[in-house]
């Protein structure tokens, strides 16, 4: 993903963006704010990327954050 690879970002919103909405919807209680939140965590994703040291912990963990 660093590099720009759309499939590598796509294999990594596949394989997250349920289980993020599900974790905003839990903490929100609102299936609207909870597509809003997952929506904007993927979308800052794009850019915390590049900088994102994988020494610090899973990247998931940082995106559930």
Known sequence: MRSG???AFIALYRRLQ???YRFALQM???ANFAEDVAQ???LA??????PYDVSRGALSAYLFG
């Open 45 to 50: 994703a794009e850019s915390v990327i590049a």
């Open 18 to 20: 349920g289980p993020i």
């Open 28 to 30: 929100t209680g609102g």
């Open 40 to 42: 904007e965590v993927f």
């Open 5 to 7: 690879d759309e499939q």
